[in-house]
């Protein structure tokens, strides 16, 4: 499953959907990313996220049989949040079911760095002074081409 979605989502009822998949699954790998609060967003607000609509969920099915070519994936769901978000706010779910924990955690990190770098998402901090558009992180290239 995959949605791109202005409403939060349930950490839970995600998990539960994973779990009841099918049968053969030993493993679920989940991560959840967060607005940070601190840190390199000192004086930040919120994020405003946008998406090129159609595109944004193709990349991702396609990310998702990347994944599923490389490990043993038995199912997925990805979340994505766009819109207005506040500090501390869900902002993103990947979650990957498998027989086994390695293909889980290995298809649950690849997901999520290639989300970064490779699916059409445009984040803009919002502060007190203003908004400015962020732009992608060298870091986050760099650990995608470790997927290469």
Known sequence: MISVQFEDFD??????????????????????????????MEGVTGLYLEHYPGMTEQVIAGLIEDASKRWDVRA??????????????QI???????AHRGDAFAACE?????????APFWKKELTD???HW?????S????TRTWE
Do not use: N, P, W
């Not at 962020?134 to 060298?138: D, H, N």
């Open 11 to 40: 950490v839970a009822s995600e998990y539960t959907a994973l779990r009841d998949s099918g049968a053969g699954t030993g493993a679920i790998a989940t991560f959840t990313g967060l607005v940070r609060d601190s840190g390199d």
């Open 76 to 89: 997925a769901r990805v979340i994505h949040r766009v819109g207005r978000l506040a500090l501390c706010d």
């Open 92 to 98: 993103v779910f990947v979650g990957v079911c498998s």
């Open 110 to 118: 690849f997901i999520m760095d290639a989300l970064k770098t490779s």
């Open 129 to 131: 002074d203003g908004e």
């Open 134 to 138: 962020v732009e992608q992180k060298s």
């Open 140 to 143: 986050d290239l760099d650990k």
